[in-house]
């Protein structure tokens, strides 16, 4: 009698997180020999000395596995299971590649579409492609948490039939639970792309997913339908896994039927263990970049490619960057804002499809402004030279003498210029070009509005002038806002030289936008009440539009007292800093993050020497809102603040600078016509909220519709980092040109 077991086969699991590591746990409990390959060298010491461990409620089993780091690892690879983040595919493939046995395979265990990159680096036959929707967590080192069932599916590439690797393959993952062999990975693909985007979207905040994605319904639907109209597009079946049905959430479902799904999904969500995403994990507790913009950069490039808009899918992704190494900054106010975005507009401009601009017209701006790249970087260089500091209005008068002459060299003589003389900030500069070929029933024109002035102090540029290196220009103001005046006028130069129409246009720039806008507010007011429409040459958001900004207030609380003796007679007086800081703790009480509300008391002075009972003490505050309702609300209460200590008085002065900017019928319009140009163009356009304000708030509250933030991208307002880039201006110079153009016909 032979009692001898069959040998079974081994496998290598480059890296041992949360899928690697449950995996690796259960094939190594099945019999099969394990290596787990990791960079962290603490979970490598935990499993050699404790072995592999599963956590599942309050049990622990632990398997033996052999754990090793890249640089330790000898010997050659035969079958190899993927499971790194999506962005570290690249470098696990430059370890794995000169490892890999002529007849070995990786499997792509992984988030994301990774397949199309292991082939071209391994080839086609040493690729196997992988579904996997495993809920499971690294809790500690050595440790992975049991989040409860998933989904495991494996294919060959492409579409092809199952092979007998592959059934192999699941056969030996029964171990771990059903996984299924399927030559339909893509479809599993797809709607996993589709789900882990509202997985991704609840990473925003820090609540329950299942309690998230309850709440924001709108977004999560609108968020998979983006995802699902490119999968339509590409002829991709989707297919259903766990308890999550792709189909009623593809744009146009039955809302009935879509709602039925949501209450299946979110039940089974709250039956799991693990209550929020890996996402929200490696922002908050790990502290680790996110993998999501990896996943979706296959998405990205197949909806540019095909004129899709992915507004919701670019607005998580941007709110994940901004949460790397900002976890606290985590607000279910970034979903209510995704519901916001995911409203359908009804737009006020009349936008009929197809574009009254037709595809090869877009390409020849392109081709025209790709042959002025350094034209453009001149005028940029030239304009950053001088010096505009909001508060130096000799120099700010200089600049704008130059900027009178700029604009004569390369658009000419206007058809009116008006000079708007200001005492006490740089004047304004309105120049009037007239239309031409214009078949818009709306003859009024459009309102071209930017800032000339800066936050730079007279002498910077002393130490940090304009800078170009290859693509990247770096100097004070090129990013706020020089570069996007720049690429407006290229922009009209463009549509010139190639005889396409355009409306008529009015050029509006002030001297003290960075300082509030006091001086040229009601000038402003004024000229957008005669326009038909606003483009702000504002910065970009990370790229995108600006389809909404904050309200701001600036207000100063000034408390009176009484002065005394603090030694001689503690009592008598009646301290104004003691004052002031119970109203500073009572005015932190009206912030609202969920509503999107801040209040901050940036500087606050009193006193005047540490022996005498404070008379007098003041605290400057900024308070940004992102609705009237909640401008009318923070009003009310600062006009009814009263003192704590009668013997003291308190007064409330200042008042809103900017009002809030929302998302009109018309904003969406726009920005809609904006993503339709885009995509002529050939690339995505998404549209953001913002805290900051602009002098479109003020034009948006006049009720004439903006299109903010078509200026410059890059990063680093305010700041010495402060960047764009030549191709940016190029591809913004397009953009704007296409829009106006469009405009002349709409």
Known sequence: MNDAQPVRPGYTVVGAGAIGGTLAFALARAGHP????????????????????????????????????PDEFTGTLDRVLLAVKAQATGTALDWIAPRLAPD??????????????????????????????????????????????????IGEPNGAPVSPRVRDLVAHLH?????????????????????????????LADAPMADLIDRHRPAMAALTGEIFA??????????????????PFRQGTDPAAQNSAFDRLTAWLRTQTKDRSGIWRDLAVRHRPVEAPTHYTEVFQHAAREGLPTTLL??????????????????????????????????????????????????????????HPEDMVADLADYTSQGSASDDLAALDTCLGWLRDWLDRRLGTPEAEETLAREEAGDILVRRYPARDTTAEDHRPVLLLGHYDTVWPTGTLDTWPFRRDGDHISGPGVFDMKAGLVQAVWALRALDSLDLPRPACTVMLNGDEETGSLASRDAIVDEAGDSRLAMVFEAAANGAIKTARKGVGLFTVTVTGTEAHAGLDPTAGASAVDELAHQILRLTDLRAPDAGTSLNVGVVEGGTRSNVTAGHAVGRIDVRVATAAEQKRLGAALAAVRPVDPRTRVEVTGGWNRPVFERTEGVAALAGLARRCAALLGHDLPEASVGGASDGNFVVARGTPVLDGIGAVGSG???????????GMVTRAALAATVLAALARE
Do not use: C
């Open 314 to 371: 670019h607005t998580v992704v941007t709110g994940l960057r901004q949460l790397e190494g900002a976890a606290q900054d985590m607000s279910e106010s970034r979903l209510d804002e995704l519901d916001r975005l995911a409203q359908p507009p009804a737009p006020s401009l009349p936008l009929p499809l197809p574009l009254p601009l037709d595809a090869e017209q877009a390409e020849a701006v392109r081709r025209w402004l790709d042959a």
């Open 717 to 727: 307002a305010h700041a010495r980092s402060e960047n764009t880039s030549v191709s």
């Open 34 to 69: 394990v290596t787990v390959v990791d960079t962290d060298r603490a979970h490598v010491d935990a499993i050699r000395t404790r072995g592999l461990v599963v956590a599942r409620g309050d049990t622990r089993e632990s398997v033996p596995v052999t754990a090793t780091t």
């Open 230 to 247: 490119v999968s339509d597009r590409l002829g991709v079946t989707l297919e259903a896994f766990d308890a999550f049905e792709p189909h």
């Open 104 to 153: 070995g395979y990786v499997v792509s265990l992984q988030n994301g579409f990774n397949e199309s990159l292991i082939a071209r680096r391994l080839g086609a036959a040493r690729t196997v492609a992988a579904f996997v929707n495993i809920f499971a967590d690294v809790i500690e080192p050595g440790v992975v948490l049991d989040g409860g069932a998933g989904a495991l599916v």
């Open 175 to 203: 171990s771990w639970g059903p996984a299924v062999a399927s030559d339909n990975v893509e479809g599993y693909l797809w709607a996993k792309a589709g789900f882990g985007a509202m997985l991704a979207a609840t990473a």
